[in-house]
Nanobody, 121 residues
Framework: QVQLVESGGGLVQAGGSLRLSCAAS????????MGWYRQAPGKQRELVAG???????NYVDSVTGRFTISRDNAKNTVYLQMNSLKPEDTAVYYC???????????????WGQGTQVTVSS
């Protein structure tokens, strides 16, 4: 069983910064893609940023240039540095990872419990 534990959310004023962390633990062989999603009230969950195990990152247009995703493969941890935050970034942020339980098993998606990010105007 894989567990993803997020931390780093909170309340910040517009223009401020936050750094989210998500650590994977449990028994598994490897992790490929890791990412961050968010869900605002009344809206669908959307992909914010993703990163491959080789470090290739992609972002949704609305955060490009403001957010940076990174990972530490030795620690099975992914980070999201969020700068120049805007009120529209307010949402619950969820960590996501594609996990191989065994060397020859397909990746299954695991989710964290979510962490609230609130940006005040």
């Amino acid at each position: 069983q894989v567990q993803l534990v997020e931390s780093g959310g909170g309340l910040v004023q517009a223009g401020g910064s936050l750094r989210l962390s998500c650590a994977a633990s449990g028994r598994f062989f490897s992790i490929n893609v890791m990412g961050w999603y968010r869900q605002a009230p009344g809206k669908q969950r959307e992909l914010v940023a993703g990163i491959s195990n080789g470090g290739i990152a992609n972002y949704v247009d609305s955060v490009t240039g403001r957010f940076t995703i990174s990972r530490d493969n030795a620690k099975n941890t992914v980070y999201l540095q969020m700068n120049s935050l805007k009120p529209e970034d307010t949402a619950v942020y969820y960590c996501n990872a594609g996990v191989h339980r065994y060397w020859n098993s397909p990746a299954t998606m695991s989710w964290g419990q979510g962490t609230q990010v609130t940006v005040s105007s």
